[in-house]
């Protein structure tokens, strides 16, 4: 089976650092995705962890631990319009589903 | 190409009504996924198509639905005889035949049953 699960709301203000967690539980790892989605939108791409560590991404960072079933997203220099939704996302075992949490909305205010 | 599209973007039905959606993927992707997302959760995986075959059905895709991709490029998505909890935005998305790809999402259609 799979779970995947984070915050579902989190509060901000511009020109701050927020990060959101996410942890999972998968039968078969193939990494960990995370999406934006703003509201009424589709989502959008952020990143893709497979290996430990912590990739980043111009203001956006993205860390994964393996053994701990653990990933955050990492957002610094907040602006307005980093209000949002973030889902967290990892393929099911046979790589055919992509699975996604129910996602964090991260409200920044000024 | 200009990304996944979806239409209609929007579709209000009454309860008992058929619904048909359409999506075109990115030309060269093999893979196309649909996805129904409701307010305040993420998309929820509904089926998979690796070209026109469909190769994964989530139990949430009741008999009611049914989709196909019939020369595997552009894919619909039917619903028979829906109802209020129908009502939802539905996702399309597509990806490269690689192990492991971002999935790429359309605008969706976001479907009101009344």
């Known amino acids: 089976g799979q779970n995947i699960d984070q915050p579902t709301e989190m509060t901000a203000t511009e020109g701050a650092i927020v990060q959101i967690n996410c942890t999972y539980q998968t039968s078969g790892f193939n990494g960990l995705f995370w999406y934006q989605q703003h509201a009424g939108e589709a989502p959008t791409f952020l990143s893709y962890?497979?290996?430990?560590g912590l990739e980043e991404k111009g203001r956006f960072s993205s860390f994964l631990s393996r053994s701990k079933g653990y990933s955050y997203l990492l957002l610094k220099e907040l602006q307005m319009k980093d209000s949002a939704s973030y889902l967290c996302a990892s393929y099911n075992q046979a790589g055919t589903a992509l699975i996604f949490g129910k996602g964090a909305t991260l409200s920044v205010s000024s | 190409d200009t990304g996944v599209s979806q239409n209609p973007r929007h579709k209000i039905t009454k309860r008992g009504q058929n619904v048909t959606f359409r999506c075109d993927p990115i030309s060269e992707h093999n893979r196309l996924y649909w996805y129904r997302q409701t307010l305040g959760q993420g998309p929820e995986f509904l089926t998979y198509f690796q070209n026109e075959a469909q190769l994964e059905k989530s139990r949430l895709l009741s008999d009611r639905f049914s989709a196909e991709r019939p020369k595997g490029s552009f894919s619909t998505l039917e619903i028979q005889r829906t109802e209020q909890g129908d009502s939802a935005m539905y996702l399309c998305?597509?990806?490269?035949?690689?192990?492991?790809?971002?999935?790429?999402f359309g605008q969706g259609t976001r479907l009101t049953v009344v």
């Open positions: 998305a597509s990806s490269l035949e690689t192990t492991v790809t971002e999935a790429f």
């Open positions: 962890n497979v290996l430990d």
